[in-house]
T-cell receptor, first 110, second 114 residues
Framework: GQNIDQPTEMTATEGAIVQINCTYQ??????LFWYQQHAGEAPTFLSY????GLEEKGRFSSFLSRSKGYSYLLLKELQMKDSASYLC???????????FGTGTQLKVEL | NAGVMQNPRHLVRRRGQEARLRCSPM?????VYWYRQLPEEGLKFMVY????????ESGMPKERFSAEFPKEGPSILRIQQVVRGDSAAYFC????????????FGPGTRLTVT
């Protein structure tokens, strides 16, 4: 089976940096995704890591360590609009099925 | 807007009725996925389809639920004899052919069973 863990909630200040962690246990790992979901809306794709290391895309970066079963999403220069749920998802094997964590609700405050 | 389209956005059904949810993938995408999201829970995979084929239905309940993606037209998720526990947001996602794994989500259909 698969197990994906993320913190339930986090709070950060506008302009700051926040790191959202995700740990997973799975066989046949074949990639990790981060999605952003605002309340009542569709998840939107943020990043995809399949090899170890850091992927940077503007204010958002994602890191993966396959040996540790660990990833994080780093958000810089936080804005109020970044308040949302951040979903970690793992792809297993050659198929395209994604298994999602329950998400981390990020609240950005002034 | 060439994004993933879902309709209806909101659907209310009485217990025992049928619900039909439709999904049109992004232009150029031939893979469709259905996920269910219960309140305060994560997205749960239901089924993965390509045109006229069900590739993986390991997340589909054994009874009352079915999905199709015909050669022409949208993908349909069908729930027969709905019960209150079926109330949830149902999201469709699509991706390209090949090993590009990024899935793009539609706005979802919020099903309420009364």
């Amino acid at each position: 089976g698969q197990n994906i863990d993320q913190p339930t909630e986090m709070t950060a200040t506008e302009g700051a940096i926040v790191q959202i962690n995700c740990t997973y246990q799975t066989s046949g790992f074949n990639g990790l995704f981060w999605y952003q979901q605002h309340a009542g809306e569709a998840p939107t794709f943020l990043s995809y890591n399949v090899l170890d290391g850091l992927e940077e895309k503007g204010r958002f970066s994602s890191f993966l360590s396959r040996s540790k079963g660990y990833s994080y999403l780093l958000l810089k220069e936080l804005q109020m609009k970044d308040s949302a749920s951040y979903l970690c998802a793992v792809r297993r094997g050659g198929g395209n099925k994604l298994t999602f964590g329950t998400g981390t609700q990020l609240k950005v405050e002034l | 807007n060439a994004g993933v389209m879902q309709n209806p956005r909101h659907l209310v059904r009485r217990r025992g009725q049928e619900a039909r949810l439709r999904c049109s993938p992004m232009k150029g995408h031939s893979h469709v996925y259905w996920y269910r999201q219960l309140p305060e829970e994560g997205l749960k995979f239901m089924v993965y389809l390509q045109k006229e084929n069900i590739i993986d239905e390991s997340g589909m309940p054994k009874e009352r639920f079915s999905a199709e993606f015909p050669k022409e037209g949208p993908s349909i998720l069908r729930i027969q004899q709905v019960v209150r526990g079926d109330s949830a947001a149902y999201f469709c996602a699509s991706s390209r052919e090949g090993d590009l794994p990024e899935q793009y989500f539609g706005p979802g259909t919020r099903l309420t069973v009364t």
